[in-house]
């Protein structure tokens, strides 16, 4: 079965260097999806992209994040300058056509220090 | 923006007994709700979902049910395995046909179960 793949599975960078997160989406999907889930806590939405653009962004999702396709296969979430609170898994989702289903990356843990 | 609360935060039951599952959604425009099952470090994965023109949805042991007038969904798991033991979260979306749109998850369930 097609997955989402993500990687690196964990990344450890210092407080103020920017991060780059990759993902490999389904092959035949069109919409593409980032969230992130602080430990314990719940999964939040943080983007999503269609035809080459944003097409949804929620209030986590600041001046200090942007997405990109840069070719064909792969979505990257890149974070400027990172801080401490942004210590998270980050998940990466695809869905196709249907639109509906979103299926899911392994996510990477992304540690701040 | 939705808001999607669930219920309870943590769930024991013995192997073989019925667990339930209760999330209520604010945004009367949703209309799309998946839920996810995500096992100690692992990716969610859909387990099942549910479209708001049906009331209810099985798939084996797994049923969905939906109430739009009060705005409520539930999971339902009967005769519960130790492999269901995992955190289930449930999930919201009004599906626009433009774009796409982001899921509004609630903060999981954690389900128990005791041998």
């Known amino acids: 079965e097609p997955e989402v793949t993500q990687t690196p599975s964990h990344q450890v960078t210092q407080m103020g260097q920017e991060v780059i997160l990759r993902c490999v989406p389904i092959s035949n999907h069109l919409y593409f999806y980032w969230y992130r889930q602080i430990l314990g806590q719940k999964v939040e939405f943080l983007v999503s992209?269609?035809?080459?653009?944003?097409?949804?962004k929620s209030e986590i999702f600041d001046d200090q994040f942007s997405v990109e396709r840069p070719d064909g296969s792969n979505f990257t979430l890149k974070i400027r300058s990172t801080k401490l609170e942004d210590s998270a898994m980050y998940f990466c989702?695809?869905?196709?056509?249907?639109?509906?289903?979103?299926?899911f990356g392994a996510g990477t843990r992304l540690s701040v220090l | 923006g939705e808001n999607v609360e669930q219920h309870p935060s943590t769930l024991s039951v013995q192997e073989g007994d019925s667990a339930v599952i209760k999330c209520t959604y604010s945004?009367?425009?949703?209309?799309?709700f998946p839920w996810y099952k995500q096992e100690l470090g692992k990716r969610p994965q859909l387990i099942i979902d549910i479209r708001s023109n049906v009331g209810e949805k099985k798939d084996q042991r797994i049923a969905v049910t939906l109430n739009k007038t009060a705005k409520h969904f539930s999971l339902h798991i009967t005769e519960t395995q130790p492999e269901d033991s995992a955190v289930y979260f449930c999930?919201?979306?009004?599906?626009?046909?433009?774009?796409?749109?982001?899921?509004?998850f609630g903060k999981g369930t954690h389900l128990i179960i005791q041998p």
């Open positions: 945004d009367s425009a949703s209309n799309y």
């Open positions: 992209f269609y035809n080459n653009e944003i097409s949804e």
């Open positions: 989702a695809s869905s196709g056509l249907a639109k509906n289903i979103q299926y």
């Open positions: 999930a919201s979306r009004m599906y626009s046909g433009g774009g796409a749109d982001g899921l509004t």
